[in-house]
Each structure stands twice: as structure tokens, then as C-alpha cells.
């Protein structure tokens, strides 16, 4: 089984900073993309950011120049550096882990989320 556990999330002034981390637990076949969705109330959950196991990033037009996408696969985290918040940034923010074993079939993993308002 694969776990993903997120923190970081909090309450933050328009312009602040967050840091989101994810820490990823159980067997994770080498060829994966870790990323970060979210989903605000009312609304469908949408892509922020991904970066794959061999470092490339992609993101949302909405976050491009703000949020920073990073991973660690020595210790199977990903990070999500976000700056120049916005109160459209509030949201439940998932982790998220796409790996493969034969490039054919590919394995979804969800985190529980974590809370991110941006508030004055």
C-alpha cells in the first residue's frame, strides 16, 4: 500500500507564504509524478502542479511565477512552495502520486488534503 500525508496548510494574509509538504510511505515503483491539486468550495478539484521522477514540472497558469514545485526522492516528499498567496488560492490543497511499473497501467494515490485560506 502507498500513504501520502500532507501538512503545511494554514491561514495566511493576501501576499504571505506557505509551505505544503508531502511525505509518501510504502512501495513506489521508480517511474512516477508526485503534484499537488485542490479544490475549492463549490467548485471541481483542479491541477496546481506536478513534477516527475526525473524533475520535470508542470503547472497551472494561475500559480505560474508564484508556486515552486520540489521533490526530495531519497526521501519520497514533495514540496509546494507558494508565495504572493491570493484569497482565489483558498483551498483544500491533495497531494498526489501517479507511478507505473510497466508504463501501461499507471497507479493513482490520493493524501487526506490540507486547509489553505487566504484571509485578511
Known amino acids: 500500500q502507498v500513504q501520502l500525508v500532507e501538512s503545511g496548510g494554514g491561514l495566511v494574509q493576501p501576499g504571505g507564504s506557505l509551505r505544503l509538504s508531502c511525505a509518501a510511505s510504502?512501495?513506489?515503483?521508480?517511474?512516477?509524478?508526485m503534484g499537488w491539486y485542490r479544490q475549492a468550495p463549490g467548485k471541481q478539484r483542479e491541477l496546481v502542479a506536478t513534477?516527475?521522477?526525473?524533475?520535470?514540472?508542470n503547472y497551472a497558469d494561475s500559480v505560474k511565477g508564484r508556486f515552486t514545485i520540489s521533490r526530495d526522492n531519497a526521501k519520497n516528499t514533495v514540496n509546494l512552495q507558494m508565495n504572493s498567496l491570493k484569497p482565489d488560492d483558498t483551498a483544500v490543497y491533495y497531494c498526489?502520486?501517479?507511478?507505473?511499473?510497466?508504463?501501461?497501467?499507471?497507479?493513482?494515490?490520493w493524501g487526506q488534503g490540507t486547509q489553505v485560506t487566504v484571509s485578511s
Open positions: 498526489n502520486l501517479k507511478d507505473t511499473w510497466d508504463v501501461s497501467n499507471w497507479n493513482t494515490y
Open positions: 510504502g512501495i513506489i515503483f521508480s517511474m512516477n509524478v
Open positions: 513534477i516527475s521522477s526525473s524533475g520535470s514540472t
